[in-house]
């Protein structure tokens, strides 16, 4: 059965599933170098594949042995697996370090590759720019910007090619997998760092300090006219809303203007509300932090996060990307002032409060969107209504979106959070993230009432997510006593990433290390009660304090299902005495907030 199962599959052409195209030729056609040296693997296949790691790694060090003076290619980390994630650092006058390229008075701009990689477009769109640099056909790239190229972040997953990774995709003809070798999907590591390749990530952000962060993806989802799409938070949902703005008034305009000269169709980053029927709307999404665009939001790095059209063909896609970093590089040199003044202003705004957690709102605004029709059908296969795309183009004036607009969840923001020497791997992280974390040497003679956060009531996960299995809490915050703080680490808020800090601290929200499972050793009790020891103590604690005996008879009075349950009385009882364990659901993080 798998055999005849397999010949069927060969037997049908790889995209004969797919809705029909639209046809398109672009001017961007003209990138593409046919014969040459330094000619790609994308352009030898005519727009249709893309290398294998090998392949890969053998043209980067091609490029290197080119233009030894203006590129050079490093190894930034490497896989569960082995494999090397290489950089390569493309400078105009051999500006390699890391001080060099922060001094040299050009704005640095780093192009991801390959997080999902299947998604692979990124790639060869820059392997193109980057060979017509080398050979002198655009010297006037590297007197704009620096560039930092990845080209495989997901190496392991990379290898895990095949023509049938990705159903909804057309080409490459072969493509990689989406998570690595553990099975992880890298984007969404960027709070909790599970993985090394998006450790080794921010460790170049950390030391390059970019002042542009360019992710790659392809995108699933809806057919629609756009081949490049592509976004970042919204100004009013953002973080860093002075970044936003000038990625969405400064930026954006000149890479749109770029992409539209080209042939190609820009779009707005956006994903349908239902996929059966997109007349009902689409869905204006706001990334978290454990998204590459939602950490740099939060982190105050400009990211942008592409979604080229996986409808349309490869070769389209990677030109249109081609563009995309053309107009881009231009836009960020035209724009660097501009841009780095935005970057002070929110590493300078410390917030009173934070959003954490965002919904959808339940009215939608409306945008002008290019779609393509559809019909809807009764399947008789999935047994509900499906939409079949027809291929034609159509214009809505008026789509309704649906911006995460509603707040779910707003904290205070800490003056600073105290960690306990316990949790080194929890330091190790913050540093990671480029947050400053302070050992304190000697506990202050003074210091203001701190908060401790008690888990009221918890939920864990039903299945594992990424690896991991996340709980949702309620809590209660009291004021404490300060303990002996010699040896406890202090994280202030007041510093350039004090709010992804709070992100990542702050217990109630949902990408923090409490709710990703960092602290689940709380839900354990290890120390054990008997009954002939505690009813005998338990009744001379209720003679002596008449508050909890007057507590314990109205529960009785009021709460029959607890008055019937003898081990429930017991352990409320029980957790009333001094015997009681008090880290036993206890944030073992506590949190300072100065008198106003």
Avoid: C
Avoid at 150 to 162: F, K, T
Avoid at 472 to 477: I, N, R, W
């Amino acid at each position: 059965m798998i055999t005849s199962m397999i010949m069927l599959t060969a037997s049908l052409s790889l995209d004969a599933h797919l809705p029909p195209l639209t046809p398109w030729q672009g001017q961007s056609e003209q990138l593409m170098q046919m014969k040459g040296p330094l000619t790609t693997d994308f352009e030898l296949s005519k727009g249709m594949n893309s290398p294998d790691y090998q392949q890969t790694m053998a043209f980067v060090e091609r490029l290197v042995a080119a233009n030894p003076t203006q590129f050079k290619a490093i190894n930034i980390g490497y896989s569960n697996s082995g494999r090397a994630v290489k950089m390569l650092i493309a400078s105009e006058q051999s500006h390699f370090t890391a001080s060099m390229i922060k001094n040299n008075n050009k704005p640095t701009l780093l192009i991801q590759a390959g997080i999902h990689a299947g998604e692979i477009d990124g790639k060869d769109a820059a392997f193109m720019m980057l060979r017509d640099i080398a050979l002198g056909k655009r010297r006037d790239l590297l007197s704009k910007v620096n560039i930092l190229f990845i080209p495989i972040l997901n190496v392991d997953g990379h290898e895990r090619r095949s023509k049938y990774n990705r159903i909804n995709q057309r080409g490459p003809v072969e493509m990689g997998f989406r998570t690595n070798a553990n099975n992880l999907n890298l984007n969404r590591d960027y709070t909790k760092l599970d993985t090394p390749e998006v450790q080794a990530i921010l460790k170049v952000i950390d030391e390059y300090q970019p002042d542009l962060y360019l992710d790659v993806h392809v995108t699933d989802g809806a057919d629609y006219q756009y081949d490049i799409t592509y976004g970042f938070n919204p100004e009013f949902a953002s973080e860093s809303p002075a970044i936003a703005r000038v990625l969405e008034t400064q930026i954006k305009p000149v890479i749109d203007k770029a992409l539209e000269q080209q042939g190609h169709i820009p779009g707005p980053l956006v994903f349908a509300m239902d996929k059966r029927d997109f007349k009902k709307g689409i869905a204006g999404w706001v990334a978290t932090p454990r998204f590459s665009n939602g950490w740099g939001d939060l982190a105050g790095v400009p990211t942008i996060l592409v979604e080229n059209h996986s409808l349309k063909p490869y070769k389209q896609r990677v030109l249109g990307t081609y563009v995309l970093y053309d107009g881009l590089i231009s836009a960020l040199s035209k724009y660097q002032t501009q841009l780095d003044e935005a970057v002070t202003a929110e590493q300078n705004n410390r917030p009173e409060q934070l959003i954490v957690k965002r919904a959808y709102a339940k009215q939608p605004d409306t945008i002008p969107f290019k779609g393509i029709t559809y019909k809807l059908f009764q399947s008789a296969i999935s047994g509900q209504t499906e939409a079949k795309y027809l291929g034609e183009k159509i214009q809505y004036d008026a789509l309704p979106i649906y911006w995460q607009k509603d707040v779910v969840t707003q904290v205070e923001v800490p003056d600073a959070f105290y960690i306990p020497p316990a949790y080194p791997e929890i330091v190790e992280k913050l540093q990671l993230h480029g947050i400053k974390v302070t050992k304190i040497e000697q506990s202050p003679e003074s210091i203001d009432t701190l908060i401790s956060a008690n888990v009221t009531n918890y939920e864990f996960a039903k299945a594992p997510f990424e690896g991991r299995f996340m709980v949702e809490a309620s809590f209660s915050f009291d004021k404490v006593k300060a303990p002996e703080l010699s040896g406890w680490y202090k994280v202030s808020t007041e510093q350039k990433r004090g709010k992804l800090a709070t992100h990542l601290l702050h217990p109630q929200a949902p990408d923090s290390f409490f709710s990703w499972g960092e602290f689940n050793t709380i839900f354990q009790r290890t120390e054990y009660v008997e009954n002939y020891a505690l009813e005998p103590f338990a009744r001379s604690m209720l003679k002596e304090n008449p508050t909890i005996a007057l507590e314990f008879d109205r529960k009785i009075r009021e709460d029959k299902a607890f008055a019937d349950d003898p081990n429930a009385r017991m352990e409320w009882l029980y957790a009333k005495t001094p015997f009681y364990d008090q880290a036993y659901l206890k944030y073992p993080i506590l949190m300072l907030f100065k008198e106003k």
